[in-house]
C-alpha cells in the first residue's frame, strides 16, 4: 500500500516542468523497487551536506533522486534558521554556495539538483503541496541565498547551450531555467531581468525561442516595461523571433503607446513572414487593438494580409490531388495541408476576435465601406463581411447593408466572388449555414443586382462546398421555387439550371427535392413551367442509361394528367410540359463511331418515345384552338433554341406541312362557297396570277364556319377534323421553323405564302361601316386582327432572306400591316367592347380576356351609350373565346383582370372616338427581333433623295416613314420591356400582375445581352434615319417647323417623321441607360455601341479608350439639338446625353453644355397643342427644369432669372400668354416652374458646408456672398404667393419654406457667427431680408387657419417650430457678438394673405400673441423700430417697411 502511494506520489511531481516530466517516466517506474542502501547517500562531510541532511534533505547518487524527509516548508525554515544562526554568519553563505557549486560540477549530481526532491512523508501527513520541487527550486525560495544561487546558474547555463538533448530528452539549460519560474519572491529583479536578456542574446534559436516565453513565468511586473524595450530591440533585429516575442507581449503588462510601436514595427513585417508565423502576429494586432485606433489598425491589416499568397492555386491544387493519387506528391500534399491548416488558424483568430470584441468588428465593416474604387476591393473583403454575418450578432446587420451597398455599387463583381469562394473556400465551408441564410435574405430584396449576387451564393456554395452543402443549396433553391415570389421564383429557377450544366452528377444525386416542384404549377407563369420542365428532364434523360428512370415515370404521370383536364390552366402545363420532355428527349446527341450500341438503341426508343408523345398532344389539343394555337408556339420555340435530331425533325416537318397545306391551303381557281355578307376576293397578292394556277389562304370560309355557326359545327367537328383560322399565324410560325431547320434557313420550299393572297371580303369600310350592323362589324374586325397577325407571322419568316425580289415583298408586307393598322383604329372606333381573337395563349391573355370585355361593357351601360353593343361583345366572345370559355368558365370569374384595351380611349368634343392600338398590343402577334434588320433598308422621302441609298442589291429598296415609325414602335416596346431595370417595373407588377409581358413571350427566351446585341448592330443604320430625318426638319427651315398652317398630308407626314425621331432617340436613351453595362462582362457591348457613334464623326482603325468613345459620342449627339421638331425629342435628346455622362469619368467638363441645352428647350416656342393635349407634358417639363438646374454653373442666377424675369413677364401678360423670355412659363405651368425651383434652392443651401472657425476671411465672404443670393431668390418666390394663390403653391411655400429655414439654422447661423464683427452691416441686411420672408410664412399658417385647409394645416406646427428656433438662434448670435441692442421683442398680429387682420384671434388677444424679435442697427441707421410690428405686406406685392425678426406662438 505504502509502495502504490509514493507511486502515485512520484507520479504528481512529474507536473513540476517539462523536461522534469520527460525524465521521471522511466525512472519513477521503478521506484517500487527502490532500496536504501547507505553506499547511495551522499557522504561528503561539507557544511554544504551536512545542513542539507541536518535540515532534512538526503542527497543520492547516481541516477536516484534526493529524499525529503520533512515537509517542504519546514525544510525551507530549518535550513533558514541553520544558516542565519550559524556563528560564521554571514561568512557561512559563501561555504555553502561553495559546497553546492562544487557538488553541482558532476552532471548526475547537477541533474538530481534540479529535477524534483522524492517525498518520504505519506500524503496524509503532510501539509505542502502534492509534488515535491527541486533542490536548487527549494534553496531559490530562501531570500539569504537566492541571489548567489542564481548567480551560479547563470553562469552553469552556458556550458550546455550547445549541448544536444541527452538519451532521455532533458535538456539541461532548459531545465535550468525552469528552476527560476513562478518564484514566490525575487530579491534582486533588476539583476535578474538583465541575466535573463543577456542569456537570450547569446542562446542559441531554438533556446531563444524558450527563453523568451519563460519570461512571463520568471520576472515581476515592475520589469515588464524594461523587457519590453529590449524585446522590441530584439525584434527589429531578429524576424524569427516573431512568434515568442508577440506571444510575450501579449502577457506583459505594457504601455498602448508602446504596443502601439510594436504593432506598426510587426505591420512592416507582415508581407514577408512565413505562415506559419502569421496567426501569432495577427492575434497580436487584433488584441492590441483599442476602441480609438481600431478602424486604422484593421485598415492597414486588410491592407498588408495576403492569406492568398500562401494559398495553392485551383489548378495546382488539382494537379496535387492527382499526383498525391499516384502517391507521387506526399511531400507536396502535406505541405499543401499544413498552409491549410496555418490558413484556417489565422481567419480562427479572427473570428475569435470578431466574436468578442464588437469594436473590431464595427471597424472591419467600416474599413471595407471606405473602399472606393472598385479595383481596391479585394477577396479577403468579401469573406471578412461573410465571416462577420456569421460570426458576429451585434453586427450582423451592419455587415448586411454594406454588402448591399457594395453590390448596388457595383464594387463587388462576379468575378470577386468566384475568386473569394476559390481562394477561403475552406474557411467559408464552415459557415455554410449563415451563407445560404445571407442568400435567401437578398431573394426578397427588390434590387435585380441583390438578387443576382444571392443566386451567385448559391451557385458558389454548390460548386466549391461539399456534397451535404449542396444538398442544402438544391433545398433552398426549391423553397424559393415553392414561395410564389415571382422574381425568387424565375432567379432560382435560373440557379438550378445554371447547376445542372455546371455538375449534372451531383444535381442526379439530389434530383429527388427538385422532383417536389411538380406540386407547385398551378401558381407558376408559362415561362417558369418551361424552366422547370427543362430542369426535370435533363435531370432524368441523361445520357448514362437506366438513372432517374423514377422520375421520368413522375413526369409522364403528370403530364398525361394535365393533358386530359378540361381545365385550360392545366392543359396548358400539360402541354408546355410535353413539349419541353420532348426537346429533350429528341436532342440531337450525335453518336460517336465508338460508343456503344446500347447507347445508339437508347436514342433510337427515345425517338419512338417522343414521337408518341407528341401525337398525344396533337390529340388532346386538336379540338381546341386555343390549345393548338399554344401547342404550334411551344413547339416552334423549341425547334429555334434546341437542334433536334434529324429522323425526328424530319417527321415532324412533313407532319406538319401536310396539316398546314390540307387546312388553310386551297388552289386559287377554288370558289369558295358559302352563305357569306360580302363578297369574296383573293386580295393581297403580291404577284398576278391567272385563274388557272396559284395559291390561296383560305381565311373567310374559316372563320365564317365559326363565326356563325359555331353550334352546328361542333355535332361536325369529328368528321371534319377541320383546323380552326385562329391557329393559322401560330401554325405557320411552326411551319417555317421546321423549314428553316431542315434548309440551313431557306425557305424556298414555302415562298409561295410570302406573296399569295388572302379570300377575303373588302377590308376598308369606307362610307358603308355606319349601315353595317353589329355582327358584321364584329366579323370584318375580326378578319382584319387575322389578317394583320397573318402578316405579322410572314414577315417574322422571310425577313431575313437575302434576295432582292424577297426583300421587296417584305417591304410590301410591311406596308400591307400600315394600311391594316388604320383600317383596325377605324373598326375599333365604333365597337369599344369588341375582344379581338386571341394571338398569344398563356395565362396572362387567359387572365386577361374575359375581364376586359365585362369591365368596358359595365362601363358603357353605366354611361347609358350605344346599350345595344352588348349582343356585339356577346357575338366577339362567342367567335374568339367560345372554347376556352365553355372549357373554364369558372376561372375567369376568379382571375384579376389585365388593362382593358378601350380603358384610355377618350371622346372627342364631336363625340367621336379615339382608339390607340397601343392598348391592343396583347392580340398582336409578336415580331421577333430579327424582323428590324429591316432598318438597313435606305429611306426615302419626297423631300429627300439622299444619293446613298442603303442598297444591297441592283434594284434600290425604299423604306417609307410610316414603315419606319412602326418597326421603331415595335422596337421601342421590346426594349423598354426588356431593359427597364426590374425595381422600375415592379409598380406595374404589383398593379396588374403579368400583363406588363403580355406579347413579349419571345423576346423573355432570349437573354438580354443577346437583345443589346442585336440592337447595337442596328445603331449604324438607325443612325442614318437619325441624321436623313434631322435633315428633312432642317430643310423645311424654322420657321416651317409648326404645323398648324400646313396642308393636311404634309402635316400628317411631318408628324410622322416627328413621331419616327422621338422613338429613334428614345430607343437610344432606353440602350444607353441599360444597367447591365456596368457588369465588366457586358463592357464590350457599350465599346460596340460607342464606336458606332463616334464613327459618325470620324473613322478611326485604332481602338480609343472609353472615355474618348463617349466624348466623341457626346459630341455626335449633341449636334442634332439645332432642329429638335417637338419638346418631347428635345428631352429624349436631354436624358441620352445624360445617361453618357454618367459612364464617364469626368462628366463636369460635359456639364454646362447639357444645362445650355435644356435651357435653349426652356426658350424655345414649341408648336401649339403639345401643352395641353399631351398628359405627360407636366412630368416632362419638370424633368427638363430639375436637368437645367442640376447642370448649370450657377443655379442659384438661374432661378433669379427665371423667377425674376420671366414670372413678371407672365404676369403683366394676357391670361392665355406666356413670359417671352420663358415661352414655356404659363399660367398653367407656373406650379412645376415654382415646385422646382424652391426644391433646387432648398438641395442648393444644403449642399452648402456650415462656416467653421478655422476658414479664412476669403472663404467666409464667399460664403456669405453665396447666401444673400439664396436669400433673395427666396424672398423673390416666397412673396410670388401673393400673385399666385393656389393650393400647390401655398403647399410648396409651406413645405419647402420650413426646410430653408432649417437649413439656414444649420448651415448658415454658424457662418453668421463669425462674420458679424467684420461684415455687421452685411448680416443685418440678410437678416432684415429673411425677416421679411417668415414674416410672409407666419401669414400663410395664418391663411391656413382660416380656410381650414387640413391638406395646408398640417405643415404648420413644424413651420411654426422652425421659425420660433430662428427666433432664439438670432438672438443667441447678436449675445455671443455683444450686440444685444439689435435685438427687442414685440407683438405681431395675425394675418391673412392679403394682409387683413384675423378679426377671430383679435378678439382673443391675450392667447394670439407673440413674441417678435428685431434686429437694427440704433447707432447708425434709424428704422423707426418702436411703431412698425405691426405692420404688414399690401396684397399687391409693394415691399414692408418692417424690420422685424417675427413668429407666432399663438397656438
Same mark, same amino acid.
Given at each position: 500500500?505504502?509502495s ?11 507536473t513540476?516542468?517539462?523536461d522534469?516530466s ?7 517506474? +521503478? ?22 541532511k ?5 542527497? !543520492? ?10 515537509d ?10 541553520a ?11 559563501e ?5 553546492l557549486e562544487s ?26 503541496t ?25 553562469e552553469?547555463?552556458?556550458q550546455?547551450?550547445?549541448e544536444?538533448?541527452s ?15 513562478w518564484l514566490?519572491?525575487?530579491?534582486d ?10 542569456l ?18 520568471i ?14 530591440k530584439?525584434l ?5 523571433l ?14 498602448s503607446?508602446?504596443l502601439?510601436e510594436?504593432?506598426?514595427?510587426v ?17 497580436f494586432?487584433l ?7 481600431s ?7 486588410r ?19 492527382k499526383? @498525391? ?6 511531400s ?15 481567419f ?50 451592419g ?5 448591399r451597398?457594395?453590390?448596388?455599387s ?11 469562394? =476559390?481562394?477561403h473556400?475552406m ?14 435574405t437578398?431573394?426578397?430584396?427588390q434590387?435585380?443586382r ?12 454548390f !460548386?466549391f ?20 415570389n ?19 452528377s ?7 427535392f427538385?422532383?417536389?416542384?411538380l406540386?407547385y404549377l398551378?401558381t407558376?407563369s408559362?415561362?417558369q ?7 426535370l ?13 423514377h422520375?421520368?415515370?413522375?413526369m409522364?404521370?403528370?403530364i398525361? !394528367?394535365?393533358l ?5 390552366k392545366?392543359?396548358l402545363?400539360g ?10 428527349? *429528341? ?10 450500341q ?7 426508343e ?12 396533337h390529340?388532346?389539343?386538336?379540338? =381546341? ?6 401547342y404550334?408556339?411551344e ?20 407532319t ?14 377554288a370558289?369558295p ?12 397578292g403580291l404577284e398576278e396570277s ?12 374559316l372563320f ?10 361542333t355535332?361536325?367537328e369529328?368528321?371534319? +377534323?377541320?383546323?380552326?383560322s ?6 405557320f410560325r ?16 414555302i ?15 369606307g ?8 355582327k358584321?362589324?364584329?366579323l370584318?374586325?375580326s378578319?382584319?386582327?387575322?389578317t ?9 419568316a ?8 424577297m426583300?421587296g415583298?417584305?417591304l410590301s408586307?410591311?406596308?400591307?400591316l ?6 383596325l383604329?377605324k ?18 391573355? /387567359? ?32 367567335s374568339?373565346t367560345?372554347?376556352?370559355l ?7 370569374d376568379?382571375v ?9 380611349e ?5 363625340? +367621336? ?11 398582336f ?10 432598318l438597313? =433598308?435606305?429611306?426615302?422621302t ?45 409598380l ?5 400582375k403579368?400583363?406588363r ?12 445581352q443577346?437583345?443589346?446585341?442585336c ?16 435633315n ?17 398630308v !404634309? ?9 419616327c ?15 447591365g453595362?456596368?457588369?465588366?462582362s457586358?463592357?464590350?457591348l457599350?465599346?460596340s ?6 464613327s459618325r464623326?470620324k ?20 449636334n442634332?439639338?439645332h ?7 428635345g ?6 446625353l ?12 460635359? @456639364? ?5 441645352l435644356a435651357?435653349?428647350? /426652356?426658350c424655345?416656342?414649341?408648336p401649339?397643342?403639345e ?23 450657377n ?12 414670372v ?16 414655356m412659363?404659363?399660367?398653367h405651368?407656373f ?7 424652391m ?16 476658414d479664412s476671411?476669403?472663404v ?11 436669400v ?12 399666385f ?6 403647399? $410648396?411655400?409651406l @413645405?419647402?419654406?420650413?426646410h430653408?429655414?432649417?437649413a ?10 463669425f462674420?458679424?464683427?467684420k461684415?455687421?452691416?452685411d $448680416?443685418?441686411?440678410l ?9 410672409l ?13 387640413t391638406?395646408l ?11 420660433e ?6 438672438k ?8 444685444r441692442?439689435a435685438f ?5 398680429k ?14 382673443s ?13 440704433t ?6 423700430? *418702436? ?5 404688414d ?6 415691399k ?12
Open positions: 500500500m505504502v502504490k502511494r509514493r507511486r502515485l506520489d512520484s507520479e504528481n511531481r512529474e513540476v516542468t517539462e522534469a520527460k525524465i521521471m517516466k522511466q525512472p519513477l517506474s +521503478k521506484l517500487a523497487r527502490k532500496s536504501y542502501d547507505s553506499h547511495e547517500v551522499e557522504e561528503n562531510g561539507s557544511i554544504f551536506v551536512r545542513l542539507l541536518t535540515s532534512g534533505l538526503t542527497l !543520492k547518487t547516481g541516477e536516484n533522486q534526493n529524499q525529503l524527509g520533512v517542504q516548508i519546514i525544510f525551507q525554515r530549518k535550513l533558514f534558521q544558516l542565519r544562526k550559524h556563528p560564521s554568519y554571514p561568512k557561512i553563505i561555504e555553502f554556495v561553495n559546497g557538488y553541482i560540477e558532476d552532471c548526475d549530481c547537477l541533474r538530481n539538483c534540479l529535477l524534483s526532491c522524492e517525498r518520504l512523508q505519506d500524503e496524509e501527513a503532510s501539509t505542502g502534492f509534488y515535491s520541487k527541486s533542490l536548487i527550486k527549494l534553496l531559490l525560495g530562501i531570500d539569504i541565498l537566492q541571489p548567489a544561487i542564481i548567480k551560479m546558474l547563470f552553469k547555463v552556458p550546455f547551450l550547445f544536444n538533448e538519451n532521455d530528452g532533458i535538456n539541461m539549460s532548459r531545465l535550468i531555467i525552469n528552476q527560476l519560474k514566490d519572491r525575487i530579491v529583479s533588476k539583476d535578474l531581468t538583465a541575466q535573463m536578456m543577456q537570450i542574446s547569446v542562446a542559441p534559436l531554438n533556446l531563444q525561442h524558450d527563453f523568451i516565453t519563460s519570461l512571463p513565468e520576472l515581476v511586473d515592475s520589469q515588464h516595461a524594461n523587457v519590453g524595450k529590449e524585446l522590441s530584439l527589429a533585429q531578429n524576424t524569427s516573431t512568434v515568442p516575442i508577440l506571444d510575450v507581449f501579449s502577457s506583459l503588462r505594457l504601455d503607446n508602446f502601439s510594436i504593432r506598426q514595427l505591420m512592416g513585417k507582415l508581407s514577408s513572414v512565413q505562415l506559419e508565423d502569421l496567426p501569432v502576429i495577427v492575434k494586432i488584441h492590441s487593438v483599442t476602441d480609438t485606433t478602424l486604422e489598425v484593421i485598415s492597414e491589416l491592407e498588408k494580409l495576403n492569406v492568398q499568397h500562401f494559398i495553392l492555386p485551383s489548378r495546382v491544387q488539382a494537379s496535387q490531388s499526383l @498525391k493519387s499516384k502517391g507521387l506528391a506526399s507536396s500534399g502535406n505541405q499543401e495541408n499544413s498552409d491549410k491548416d496555418c490558413v484556417l488558424l489565422v480562427d483568430v479572427i473570428k475569435s476576435a470578431i466574436r468578442y470584441e464588437k469594436a473590431i468588428s464595427e471597424a472591419w465593416i467600416k474599413a471595407i465601406e471606405r473602399i472606393e474604387s472598385v479595383t481596391e476591393h479585394k477577396a479577403l473583403d468579401v469573406a471578412m463581411l461573410l465571416i462577420i454575418y456569421s460570426t458576429s450578432t451585434q453586427t450582423k446587420k455587415s448586411e447593408k454594406v454588402l451597398n457594395k453590390i448596388q457595383g464594387c463587388i463583381q462576379e468575378q470577386l466572388l468566384e475568386g473569394t469562394f =476559390s481562394t473556400y474557411v467559408l465551408k464552415d459557415i455554410c449555414p449563415s451563407i445560404l441564410l445571407l442568400a435567401q437578398l431573394f426578397h430584396s434590387d435585380q441583390i438578387i443576382l449576387f444571392g443566386s451567385l451564393l448559391y451557385k458558389y456554395a !460548386k462546398f461539399d456534397t451535404y452543402c449542396q444538398q442544402e443549396v438544391v433545398g433552398a433553391l426549391v423553397t424559393h421555387v415553392c414561395s410564389g415571382e422574381a425568387e421564383v424565375d432567379t432560382a429557377l435560373d440557379v438550378l439550371l445554371e447547376l445542372i450544366a455546371l455538375n449534372p451531383a444535381m442526379r444525386l439530389n434530383a429527388v427538385v422532383k417536389g416542384i406540386d398551378e407558376m408559362p415561362q413551367i418551361r424552366k422547370i420542365f427543362c430542369i428532364s435533363t435531370l432524368a434523360f441523361s445520357q448514362q442509361p437506366g438513372t432517374s428512370n422520375i421520368q415515370d413522375e409522364h404521370l403528370v398525361r !394528367k394535365q386530359s383536364s378540361t381545365v385550360f392545366y392543359k402545363i402541354i408546355i410540359g410535353a413539349v419541353t420532355m420532348a426537346g429533350i428527349m *429528341a436532342e440531337d446527341r450525335s453518336v460517336p463511331s465508338n460508343s456503344t446500347r447507347r445508339a438503341d437508347l436514342s433510337s427515345w425517338c419512338t418515345q417522343v414521337t408518341s408523345l407528341l401525337q398525344l398532344v390529340s388532346c389539343t386538336e379540338h =381546341s384552338p386555343w390549345a393548338s394555337s399554344l404550334y408556339d413547339f416552334a420555340n423549341l425547334i429555334q433554341e434546341r437542334k433536334l435530331a434529324p429522323k425526328t425533325l424530319e417527321w415532324v416537318g412533313q406538319i406541312f401536310n396539316d398546314f397545306q390540307d387546312a388553310f391551303v386551297v388552289d386559287f381557281c370558289i362557297e358559302g352563305d357569306f355578307p360580302f363578297p369574296v376576293k383573293a386580295l393581297y391567272s385563274t388557272q394556277d396559284g395559291i390561296v389562304i383560305n381565311l373567310l370560309p365564317f364556319q365559326e363565326f356563325a355557326g359555331v353550334s352546328q359545327m355535332s361536325q369529328s368528321s371534319q +377534323k377541320s383546323m380552326s385562329l391557329c393559322l399565324a401560330s401554325h411552326l411551319l417555317r421553323l421546321c423549314v428553316a431547320r431542315q434548309h440551313n434557313g431557306n425557305l424556298d420550299e415562298d409561295g405564302l410570302l406573296d399569295c393572297p388572302l379570300f377575303l371580303p373588302d377590308l376598308e369600310p362610307e358603308k361601316l355606319e349601315s353595317m350592323s353589329a358584321e362589324r364584329s370584318m374586325c378578319l382584319t386582327f387575322l394583320f397577325n397573318w402578316f405579322r407571322e410572314v414577315v417574322n422571310f425577313c431575313q432572306q437575302t434576295s432582292p425580289e426583300k415583298k417584305v408586307r410591311l406596308k400591307d400600315v394600311e391594316l393598322q388604320e383600317i383604329e373598326y375599333l372606333a365604333v365597337i369599344p367592347d369588341y375582344v379581338p381573337p386571341f394571338a398569344n395563349v398563356d395565362m396572362d391573355t /387567359l387572365d386577361m380576356i374575359p375581364k376586359s370585355s365585362s369591365a368596358v361593357s359595365t362601363k358603357n351601360r353605366n354611361k347609358g351609350k350605344m346599350g345595344g353593343r352588348k349582343q356585339k361583345a356577346d357575338i366577339s366572345k362567342a374568339s367560345e372554347t376556352l365553355t372549357e373554364d368558365t369558372s376561372e375567369c376568379t384579376t383582370s389585365g388593362r382593358s384595351p378601350v380603358e384610355k377618350s371622346a372627342g368634343k364631336e363625340g +367621336k372616338t379615339f382608339v390607340s392600338l397601343q392598348n391592343y398590343h396583347a392580340f402577334r409578336e415580331l421577333d427581333i430579327e424582323v428590324f434588320s429591316i438597313h =433598308s435606305g429611306l426615302v419626297k423631300f429627300i433623295l439622299d444619293t446613298e441609298m442603303h442598297t444591297e442589291a441592283t434594284e434600290v429598296v425604299q423604306l417609307g416613314p410610316a414603315e419606319l415609325l412602326f418597326l421603331l414602335e415595335d422596337l421601342s416596346q421590346k426594349l423598354e420591356n426588356v431593359l427597364t431595370p426590374s425595381f422600375a417595373k415592379r406595374c407588377f404589383l398593379k396588374n403579368g400583363n409581358n403580355i406579347g413579349f413571350s419571345h423576346l423573355h427566351q432570349r437573354s438580354v443577346d437583345i443589346v446585341h440592337v447595337v448592330q442596328l445603331l449604324t443604320p438607325m443612325c442614318n434615319h437619325l441624321e436623313n430625318i434631322h428633312y426638319f432642317q430643310s423645311l427651315g424654322a420657321e416651317h417647323l409648326s404645323v398648324d398652317d400646313k396642308p393636311r !404634309k402635316a400628317q407626314e411631318q408628324h410622322t417623321m416627328s413621331s425621331y422621338q422613338k429613334l432617340l428614345q430607343i437610344f436613351y432606353t440602350l444607353f441607360a441599360w444597367k453595362f456596368t457588369h465588366h457586358n463592357l464590350h457599350l465599346h455601341a460607342l464606336e458606332v457613334l463616334t464623326l473613322q478611326t482603325e485604332q481602338e480609343q479608350p472609353l472615355e474618348e468613345l463617349i466624348s466623341q459620342s457626346f459630341n455626335y449627339l449633341q442634332f439639338h432642329c429638335i421638331p417637338n419638346f418631347q425629342c428631352l429624349y435628346l436631354l436624358r441620352l445624360m445617361t453618357l455622362l454618367e459612364k464617364s469619368a469626368a462628366p463636369t467638363q460635359k @456639364k454646362e453644355k447639357l444645362a445650355t435651357k435653349q428647350l /426652356l424655345r416656342a414649341w401649339h397643342g401643352k395641353e393635349k399631351n398628359t405627360n407634358f407636366n412630368d416632362h417639363l419638370h424633368d427638363l427644369l430639375c436637368i437645367y438646374l442640376e447642370h448649370t454653373d443655379v442659384l442666377k438661374a432661378i433669379e432669372e427665371i423667377a425674376g424675369v420671366g413678371p413677364e407672365l404676369v403683366n401678360a394676357p391670361k392665355d400668354a406666356s413670359s417671352s423670355t420663358f415661352p412659363l404659363t399660367r405651368t406650379v412645376i416652374f415654382f415646385r422646382v425651383m426644391a433646387e434652392l432648398e438641395k442648393t443651401v444644403k449642399s452648402l458646408q456650415a462656416g467653421t472657425a478655422t476671411q476669403q467666409h465672404e464667399e460664403k456669405l456672398l453665396y447666401w444673400n443670393m439664396a433673395r431668390d427666396f424672398s423673390i418666390l416666397i412673396n410670388l404667393m401673393k400673385v394663390d393656389s393650393y400647390p403653391v401655398l403647399h $410648396v411655400c @413645405k419647402y419654406g420650413r430653408f429655414v432649417e439656414f439654422l444649420k448651415q448658415c447661423m454658424p457662418l453668421l457667427d462674420c458679424f464683427r461684415h455687421r452691416e $448680416v443685418l441686411s437678416l432684415e431680408t429673411l425677416q421679411r420672408n417668415t414674416r410664412l407666419h401669414h400663410l399658417c395664418g391663411h391656413s387657419k382660416i380656410h381650414q385647409d391638406r394645416t398640417k405643415h404648420v406646427p413644424l413651420l411654426k417650430k422652425s421659425l428656433l430662428l427666433v432664439c438662434r438670432v443667441a448670435m447678436l449675445v455671443l457678438n455683444n450686440c441692442e427687442w421683442l414685440g407683438t405681431l395675425n394675418r391673412d394673405l392679403q394682409g387683413e387682420e384675423i378679426v377671430s384671434q383679435h378678439l388677444s391675450p392667447e394670439s400673441t407673440s413674441e417678435d424679435s428685431e434686429s437694427g442697427m447707432s447708425h441707421v434709424s428704422r423707426d423700430r *418702436a411703431t412698425q410690428d405691426g405692420e405686406e399690401a396684397s399687391d406685392g409693394q414692408d417697411q418692417d424690420n422685424d425678426e417675427s413668429d407666432d406662438s399663438s397656438d
